[in-house]
């Protein structure tokens, strides 16, 4: 069977592809490890080597973008970029304006922090960034959300006191907590949300949409994608 799917995606992969076409990878550059800027000043992490592999498979040339999330959206409509790979869940609402690839990251949690463990999370003050899954949840949670175009900013307000907690993917607080020294703490349970992490497309772009789509189904059939992931976010890591 896996040898079928294989099979399957390298065709998919190749058919159509004869110069090497170059596409242009809009990315946050500030959601480590998914992607942040380098000392380099270049995008590094988790995506920047998983889109660089899918372009390679693909016979296609990546060119990387950087964008403010709060505007990632609008310009991929504007034609500034191909494709949007910025930890990006997928959702119904964005399937509305968007087409997603598969997942290349599987469901993970979202989780509290604060600065200490008995926060207030369903009544007091929790930050979250603009536009995400975390800020539609604390919005309809009880809680006051407090909105931040940054997710370093999401987390500063916690630190000066401004917010009760932050909410986020967990894989990116997580090294926030270990590094803090214990000033930064989890608060309540995990959360599941979201279909997982897809590249977001246009929506008439679906020759381009199918080639990175194989590219994900061949490093998910032999194992690659998985240890792309562990390298990135650890071993215990959500997985395929």
């Given at each position: 069977?896996?040898?079928?799917?294989?099979?399957?995606?390298?065709?998919?992969?190749?058919?159509?592809?004869?110069?090497?076409?170059?596409?242009?990878?809009?990315?946050?550059?500030?959601?480590?490890?998914?992607?942040?800027?380098?000392?380099?000043?270049?995008?590094?992490?988790?995506?920047?080597?998983?889109?660089?592999?899918?372009?390679?498979?693909?016979?296609?040339?990546?060119?990387w973008v950087t964008t403010?999330?709060?505007?990632?959206?609008?310009?991929?409509?504007?034609?500034?970029?191909?494709?949007?790979?910025?930890?990006?869940?997928?959702?119904?609402?964005?399937?509305?304006?968007?087409?997603?690839?598969?997942?290349?990251?599987?469901?993970?949690a979202s989780a509290y922090?604060?600065?200490?463990?008995?926060?207030?999370?369903?009544?007091?003050?929790?930050?979250?960034?603009?536009?995400?899954?975390?800020?539609?949840?604390?919005?309809?949670?009880?809680?006051?959300?407090?909105?931040?175009?940054?997710?370093?900013?999401?987390?500063?307000?916690?630190?000066?006191?401004?917010?009760?907690?932050?909410f986020a993917d967990k894989?990116?607080?997580?090294?926030?907590?270990?590094?803090?020294?214990?000033?930064?703490?989890?608060?309540?349970?995990?959360?599941?949300?979201?279909?997982?992490?897809?590249?977001?497309?246009?929506?008439?772009?679906?020759?381009?949409?199918?080639?990175?789509?194989?590219?994900?189904?061949?490093?998910?059939?032999?194992?690659?994608?998985?240890?792309?992931?562990?390298?990135?976010?650890?071993?215990?890591?959500?997985?395929?």
């Amino acid at each position: 069977m896996k040898r079928l799917i294989l099979g399957t995606a390298i065709l998919a992969l190749s058919a159509g592809v004869s110069l090497a076409q170059t596409v242009r990878m809009g990315t946050e550059g500030a959601y480590p490890p998914y992607n942040f800027i380098n000392d380099k000043g270049e995008v590094d992490g988790f995506e920047r080597e998983l889109g660089d592999k899918l372009c390679e498979m693909a016979g296609l040339t990546c060119e990387w973008v950087t964008t403010a999330w709060d505007s990632i959206i609008p310009n991929l409509q504007s034609g500034n970029y191909d494709t949007i790979i910025a930890g990006m869940s997928i959702t119904e609402e964005r399937e509305q304006v968007v087409d997603f690839t598969q997942n290349y990251f599987p469901p993970a949690a979202s989780a509290y922090m604060a600065l200490k463990a008995d926060a207030d999370i369903k009544g007091g003050v929790v930050a979250a960034q603009t536009g995400t899954i975390q800020a539609g949840y604390v919005a309809e949670s009880g809680a006051t959300l407090l909105e931040f175009a940054t997710p370093d900013e999401t987390v500063a307000a916690v630190r000066n006191g401004e917010a009760d907690a932050v909410f986020a993917d967990k894989d990116f607080l997580a090294p926030v907590v270990a590094e803090s020294g214990g000033q930064f703490v989890w608060a309540g349970e995990d959360v599941q949300l979201g279909g997982g992490v897809g590249m977001a497309l246009r929506e008439s772009d679906d020759e381009l949409r199918a080639k990175f789509d194989a590219g994900i189904a061949a490093m998910k059939a032999d194992g690659s994608l998985n240890e792309l992931i562990r390298k990135w976010f650890g071993a215990d890591a959500a997985t395929f």
